[in-house]
């Protein structure tokens, strides 16, 4: 079992920064992989960024590909997003999710943990 809980989401305007953290608990975190994902109202959610298990590949939404950064720090059982250059479309409700099945990293089904989610709000 994991159980997630991200933080670091806020308000910033158009062209700022926000890294995002997702603190796991559980003992075989390292196994999993991990993703962000976010949604804003009427739409469904979306893949934003995905990272493989230990120091595995990373993946990424095309429009945040540049902009965004996805690590992990096994130690501290912590994952994060680096956003920069922010956009009002990034705005939504950004959520942490774990897997421990290695089919399409971007279908969110495929997650079986996911955290509450964090507002982020970009102003132009």
């Known amino acids: 079992q994991v159980q997630l809980v991200e933080s670091g989401g806020g308000l910033v305007q158009a062209g700022g920064s926000l890294r995002l953290s997702c603190a796991a608990s559980g003992r075989t975190f390292s196994t999993y992989r991990v993703g962000w994902f976010r949604q804003s109202p009427g739409k469904e959610r979306e893949f934003v960024a995905a990272h493989g298990r230990n120091s595995g590949s990373t993946y990424y939404k095309d429009s945040v590909k540049g902009r965004f950064t996805i690590s992990r720090d096994n130690a501290k059982n912590t994952v994060y997003l680096q956003m920069n250059s922010l956009k009002p479309e990034d705005t939504a409700v950004y959520y942490c999710?774990?897997?421990?099945?290695?089919?399409?990293?971007?279908?969110?089904?495929?997650?079986?943990?996911w955290g509450q989610g964090t507002q982020v709000t970009v102003s132009s």
């Open positions: 999710a774990a897997t421990s099945d290695y089919s399409d990293y971007a279908v969110p089904r495929y997650y079986n943990y």
